[in-house]
């Protein structure tokens, strides 16, 4: 006999998680359901023999009442805030829904099941959900009156905010039917099965191993020319001011081959980019493979909390197996912690074409007194020393960062390190934030949200103004040069065509047919164009198509310096 984990791990979630009042139309099948409850799972709930049939399709749960309805064929809404991560979740949770029956729409007059995925690393992105919580209890309440009040309306809390707010969620609102954390989603269809008694379902268990590898995203816009691909999920490097390691879990990573299997799928959809996903992209490790090649040491200046694991295959083979697939895919990656940025990474980048050449170093702070306070494991001078090793290794490479001001006593003279730290590097694109103090975060515990709100609002408006004059100095030396552009549509305010080029910076030009392989044609989303780039802002550029290209065709033989002056 063997201990069955996941049939045990699924009933003690059912008893945990789930409200004790159940409401039932008749009193016997609700005192036999109670009477189950009661009595618990036996010993022989959790042990199976090798006469035992495995169940693999539902019912899974032998404690699931009688009564609860068939929710298949239901219409699901999707809201989603945040960053990418939560769009591929998305597309995770949609794939699980789609494969037990459920049916997705965009129409929210249609929608029999509201699912909100949620953010919870800063206080503005948690007050945009509390405020659609709003709407959708109003929704709720609208639905039960009328005429189609034989199809409540449910309502689902996903994600981040999820897992921080569990408590707050089932008290404060009483018109929330589930809240699922970050490692539950497989669990959704029973939680939604559960809902259809009156009752609350929750699970916001965290994994140490959950990844969803085996689960194939099923995308919520199949025109799109990009995707994402989470290749590891949660954090161990436990920034003081950070949510994330208490809201995702600790780090782990995707196996490879799950990763290019999805890549190599993709592409046969014919998307023509994907990025890869994870809040340290450089600890990538899939140890299910062993490898004696390397094992990246932290370069000097920079330190971490944590032990680095121990063999298994790195980012770097990750991203040259991913390349592989598709040499006319383009692939990015975010985010990228500048403490271990091993040259592996940086040589792969350097020889593949199809591999971006923009970096996101998220420096968080230029001031070394605050960094430390941050435990982001490095000092101004190691973070500056890592940008100029970057830009020596690749030619050309732009920079992208994300920036706090504000932090737990940061000085007048803390903060405009910051500005000459920005002055200094020259960041193509930058994600600048005022802080905002996380409960369970080391910050919470440790210090005091010192900085008035007022002086966090100026200094982030003088962040914001350097950046962007910084930023159109920047994209205006480019006047003249080509870039190759990935179209993605029509803009909806100008009615030009729309695309990014290598740094993701969108880029606008007229519609009209340019020369390609195959004769005179107008360009179409998923198409590479080269670019005579003409004027130039902060954030976007205008150009004038020339020509139909590729990836091969645009850099063959051509190195950045030369690819400027063409």
């Known amino acids: 006999m063997m201990l069955c984990l996941s049939r045990a791990t699924r009933l003690v979630r059912l008893i945990t998680n789930t409200s004790s009042k159940y409401r039932c139309k008749a009193d016997d099948v609700s005192a036999s359901f109670e009477s189950r409850i009661k009595t618990g799972p036996g010993l022989k709930?959790?042990?199976?023999?090798?006469?035992?049939?495995?169940?693999?399709?539902?019912?899974?749960?032998p404690y699931l009442p009688d009564f609860i309805q068939d929710t298949s064929k239901r219409k699901v809404f999707f809201d989603v805030y945040g960053c990418q991560m939560n769009l591929n979740d998305t597309e995770i949770v949609w794939s699980i829904l789609k494969k037990e029956g459920f049916e997705k729409t965009a129409v929210e007059e249609d929608a029999d099941i509201f699912l909100v995925m949620t953010c919870a690393i800063r206080e503005g992105a948690e007050t945009k959900i509390w405020h659609r919580l709003d709407h959708l209890r109003g929704f709720k309440r609208r639905r039960a009156l009328s005429k189609n009040r034989d199809r409540p309306v449910k309502i689902g809390i996903l994600g981040c905010m999820a897992e921080r707010l569990k408590e707050m969620l089932i008290e404060k609102e009483k018109a929330v039917d589930i809240v699922a954390g970050p490692d539950s989603y497989r669990d959704l269809p029973r939680l939604l099965a559960l809902t259809e008694n009156g009752q609350t379902a929750v699970n916001v268990l965290l994994s140490l191993d959950e990844t969803y590898a085996d689960v194939v995203p099923v995308r919520l816009n199949k025109d799109s020319v990009s995707a994402f691909i989470s290749i590891m999920?949660?954090?161990?490097?436990?920034?003081?001011?950070?949510?994330?390691?208490?809201?995702?879990?600790?780090?782990?990573?995707?196996?490879?081959?799950?990763?290019?299997?999805?890549?190599?799928?993709?592409?046969?959809?014919?998307?023509?980019?994907?990025?890869?996903?994870?809040?340290?992209?450089?600890?990538?490790?899939?140890?299910?493979?062993?490898?004696?090649?390397?094992?990246?040491?932290?370069?000097?200046?920079?330190?971490?909390?944590?032990?680095?694991?121990?063999g298994g295959l790195r980012f770097a083979d990750l991203l040259d197996k991913v390349s592989s697939v598709d040499s006319e895919m383009r692939i990015r990656f975010t985010a990228a912690h500048p403490k271990d940025f091993p040259d592996e990474v940086l040589q792969v980048i350097r020889e593949r074409p199809n591999i971006c050449k923009m970096l996101h170093l998220p420096a968080q702070s230029g001031s070394s007194s605050v960094l430390e306070r941050m435990r982001r494991g490095y000092t101004r001078e190691a973070y500056l020393s890592l940008v100029r090793h970057v830009r020596d290794n690749i030619q050309g490479v732009g920079l992208s960062t994300d920036m706090i001001c504000g932090f737990c006593g940061e000085t007048e003279e803390e903060f405009e390190e910051t500005l000459t730290l920005m002055e200094e590097v020259d960041y193509n694109v930058a994600f600048l934030f005022p802080y905002s103090m996380r409960e369970k975060t080391a910050a919470y515990r440790r210090y005091e949200d010192d900085v008035p709100e007022q002086i966090k609002k100026e200094r982030h408006n003088r962040m914001v103004e350097l950046y962007r004059r910084k930023c159109e100095e920047i994209n205006r030396k480019e006047i003249g040069n080509n870039h190759l552009v990935l179209v993605e549509g029509i803009a909806p305010k100008s009615g030009k065509i729309l695309g990014r080029n290598e740094f993701y910076l969108k880029v606008l030009f007229d519609q009209r047919e340019i020369p390609s392989s195959e004769g005179m044609r107008e360009v179409k989303p998923g198409d590479y164009v080269s670019v005579r780039i003409s004027a130039a802002k902060a954030s976007v550029f205008h150009g004038e198509a020339l020509c139909h290209s590729s990836i091969e065709e645009f850099y063959r033989n051509t190195s950045w310096a030369e690819r400027q002056n063409m």
């Open 45 to 61: 709930d959790f042990i199976i023999t090798p006469e035992t049939e495995i169940v693999t399709h539902p019912p899974y749960i």
């Open 233 to 310: 999920r949660g954090c161990d490097n436990m920034c003081t001011y950070c949510i994330v390691p208490f809201t995702r879990g600790r780090e782990r990573s995707r196996p490879i081959d799950s990763i290019v299997e999805e890549v190599r799928q993709l592409s046969e959809q014919g998307v023509k980019e994907v990025t890869l996903l994870g809040q340290n992209v450089n600890s990538y490790r899939d140890t299910t493979q062993q490898t004696e090649k390397y094992d990246t040491q932290l370069a000097k200046g920079f330190k971490t909390v944590y032990k680095s694991k121990k």
